[in-house]
């Protein structure tokens, strides 16, 4: 069992989950690229909804890979961590908090576009 251990990642634990969301708190519309809120409204926030609803772990994983992928290209850390941590979290097929991280973007996406 010790050596099975070795090749699986530990699935995010409740302070790093608590981290990747509050990251998200810390985005300011002011200072971001208008590139980056454009990326958001275009290539992020459309996939959002058919996300939640097919709830896949392979559609979840590359819609965490697309959010984690946008944070590396504007350098923007919260959101990178917060792609890292869902994905990490769908490993655990926990929908529940699955869920919960998909809603609690989806907040951060209306509050970035003043919704």
Same mark, same amino acid.
């Given at each position: 069992?010790?050596? +099975?251990? %070795? *090749?699986?990642? /530990? @699935? /995010?634990?409740? @302070?790093?989950?608590?981290?990747?969301?509050?990251? +998200?708190? =810390?985005?300011?519309?002011?200072? +971001? /690229?208008?590139? *980056?809120?454009?990326?958001? %409204?275009?290539?992020?926030? #459309?996939?959002? #909804?058919?996300?939640?609803?097919?709830?896949?772990?392979?559609?979840?994983?590359?819609? @965490?890979?697309?959010?984690? !992928? $946008?944070?590396?290209? *504007?350098?923007?850390?919260?959101?990178? =961590? *917060?792609?890292?941590?869902?994905?990490?979290?769908?490993?655990?097929?926990?929908?529940?908090?699955?869920?919960?991280?998909? !809603?609690?973007? $989806?907040?951060?996406?209306?509050?970035?576009?003043?919704?």
């Amino acid at each position: 069992m010790g050596v +099975l251990t %070795r *090749f699986i990642n /530990p @699935a /995010p634990d409740a @302070a790093e989950r608590s981290f990747a969301l509050s990251g +998200l708190d =810390t985005l300011d519309k002011e200072t +971001l /690229p208008d590139e *980056f809120l454009d990326r958001l %409204r275009r290539d992020i926030a #459309p996939h959002i #909804p058919s996300t939640r609803q097919a709830l896949k772990i392979s559609e979840i994983q590359r819609f @965490a890979v697309r959010i984690t !992928e $946008t944070g590396k290209v *504007f350098k923007i850390e919260a959101v990178k =961590t *917060f792609g890292k941590e869902l994905f990490q979290l769908s490993k655990t097929f926990d929908i529940e908090k699955i869920q919960a991280f998909l !809603e609690y973007f $989806t907040q951060t996406i209306d509050r970035l576009n003043g919704v």
